[in-house]
């Protein structure tokens, strides 16, 4: 498991502020004197600036950033912390304080400033899903009852766990006739509940007029990464709903590992936001929208280009988990069946997406990127996303990756903000609907993707739609 520690200090070693915060300040500063001492020397004698100090099973890296000097300790308990992966992790905290550090004054930053600072980027390496945590779900506070519906309302029996979302979620699951939507199935969906500033994942498991429930509730700073581990969570559902009590199924939950969204796992050297531009100059807009919801998107091509498309395209899924089959040719299909359409980014060959269209195995609707005639066919567009690409696709890869990042955050929060309509009845929901709408501030298109990435995770507002 990797754990990390980022120090702020000034480019003459005093100490702003670190995360998490140490135990003893005094060794922390003592630490932090040394480091930055070493820095200076190396700089003097050699003439070049240290870039990092390892031993045993941690690393200590150093970024100089305008005026400062950003820290980072990174504690590899399993040895398998390669150096491309220490490479893009440095990149993107660069990237990610740059502009936040941009015209600070050493001398004035207050402490509480310098802790914002560092917030935010430990908020960034989750976003780019540098997780810090391999088990982030552990920390989750359990809660499982069963509700008894009845015309004349609902009755929590058999609680196990307290809080006072619990009556929250069982108005919700009887007001949107969850029990009927559940029946002899189970699922899960997401909750936000924003006067308890936490968020809840909801197991539902219905037959007829009782519902056995299970509730996860997590602090609302685990957002991103319960909305991106959404259908990882589903899947292992179905998996684990099988001859399991609701506590087996709530304790087998929580030991999901975190396998990281696809992004994390490439060099971001070998993407090119530019090459996007220049091989998909029609529509990449359609493009961009299927990928931020999470629509299946057909790349048609030779395979060399296919495989670079598909990997420059992970920039916009950075908040999904996102699955991926590079090439499909015949005889996987012929195998494997439609099964290996399942993925949300295919590539093939032109000749075989045009017998899939003539077998009905893949629809006219879906998008599809034709790299032979540089364009995208889809229903839907994102201008915002799209404006935003051509704002800064010929900067550095990681600032494009974090700056489409902060975007997709903005996304996901509002998609969890609309998630808690369901605590309400469905005209009171419609009347929130619109008041968040106009005082969200945000585009038409954007406050659209948000609504469709809502009823992804919560499906019982897809009344909202």
Known sequence: ???????????????????????????????????????????????????????????????????FVLILETI??????????LNQ???????????????ADPNAITEGEASIILDRCLQDIQLLNL??????????????????????????????????????????????????????????????LEDEKSIAYTVVESLGNVSKVGVLKFPQSMNLVLFRLHNLLNNELENLGKDKNMQEI??????????????SKLNLEDL???????????????????????????IVGDKPTVKLVIDSLSIFTQHLQTSVNPWINEEDMSKNGKCVLHARLCGMSSSLYNKL?????????????????????????????????????????????????????????????LTSLALFDKEKAKSKLKGLSSASGNVASFFKKAVVLAVNINPLIDYLV
């Open 357 to 417: 269209l003539e077998d009905g195995q893949i629809s006219t609707s879906e998008t599809n990127i034709n790299l032979e005639a540089s364009r995208v066919n889809g229903e839907n567009s994102s201008t915002h996303f799209k404006k935003l690409f051509d704002t800064v696709k010929r900067l550095s890869i990681a600032e494009v990756v974090t700056k489409i990042v902060h975007d997709l955050e903005k996304l996901v929060n509002l998609s969890l903000e």
């Open 76 to 85: 590899d308990e399993e040895s398998n912390l390669t150096e491309q992966f």
């Open 89 to 103: 992790l440095l990149e993107k905290l660069k990237a990610c304080t740059g502009p936040l550090l941009d015209g």
């Open 1 to 67: 498991m990797l754990n990390i520690k980022i120090s702020l200090v000034t480019s003459t070693g005093i100490l702003l502020a670190s995360k998490p915060e140490a135990v003893d300040d005094t060794r922390q500063i003592l630490a932090t004197g040394l480091m930055t001492a070493l820095i200076s020397f190396s700089k003097e004698v050699h003439h070049r600036e240290l870039q990092s100090i390892s031993y045993h099973d941690r690393t200590v890296s150093f970024i100089r950033v305008h005026d």
């Open 131 to 192: 997780s810090i945590s391999e088990q982030p779900l552990k920390t989750a506070d359990i809660s499982y009852f069963t509700i008894i519906h009845s015309d004349k309302g609902w009755e929590i029996k058999d609680k196990v766990g307290s809080g006072s979302h619990i009556p929250m979620i069982a108005l919700m699951l009887d007001n949107l006739k969850a029990n009927e939507r559940y029946k002899d199935k189970i699922g899960g969906l997401l909750t936000s």
């Open 272 to 298: 090119s936001p530019t090459f996007l531009d220049r091989t998909i100059s029609k529509n990449f807009e359609k493009a961009i929208y299927s990928a931020i919801v999470g629509e299946p998107i057909y």
């Open 250 to 263: 709530l304790n087998g939950l929580i030991e999901l590992d975190d396998p990281g969204n696809r992004l």
